[in-house]
């Protein structure tokens, strides 16, 4: 079993950055935070130290071939990172073991994983 993730959960990237995810979904809560689903993770962009965005904890190092900023851009979670008995809205919920890869524009991909879910109350099987 694994961790069920919630607002506020923290994905890391290969290169060192660290976001703060949030939007989680309010009708199943864990201690007041939202659980977030699959295709809460896709599209997450880390951010850069010249460049930051909301959530950013640690900034993204990626960098293009040039020396600029490229900040990991998350996929969607590869198995088995989501719920196989828990969903939300029939959506599945992302879970600790959550991870994929990402995306930096102009640079080879990196991966993703999950460094802290956010709460450590309601586990699922994944």
Avoid: Y
């Avoid at 939007?23 to 689903?37: A, D, F, I, M, S």
């Avoid at 965005?53 to 998350?74: I, K």
């Amino acid at each position: 079993m694994a961790l069920v993730l919630v607002e506020g959960a923290v994905l890391t990237c290969s290169h060192g950055g660290r976001l703060r995810l949030a939007g989680g979904n309010r009708h199943l809560t864990v201690r007041g935070k939202g659980v977030l689903t699959v295709g809460s993770e896709a599209g997450v962009a880390f951010g850069s130290a010249a460049n930051p965005v909301p959530g950013m904890v640690v900034p993204c190092a990626c960098a293009d071939p040039t020396g600029r900023p490229a900040p990991c851009v998350t996929t969607a979670a590869l198995p088995p990172g989501r719920s196989l008995k828990l969903s939300v809205g029939g959506i599945p919920v992302l879970l600790s073991t959550a991870r994929g890869v990402t995306l930096p524009p102009g640079a080879p991909p990196g991966t993703w994983s999950v460094a802290d879910p956010g709460q450590n109350l309601l586990e699922a099987i994944s």
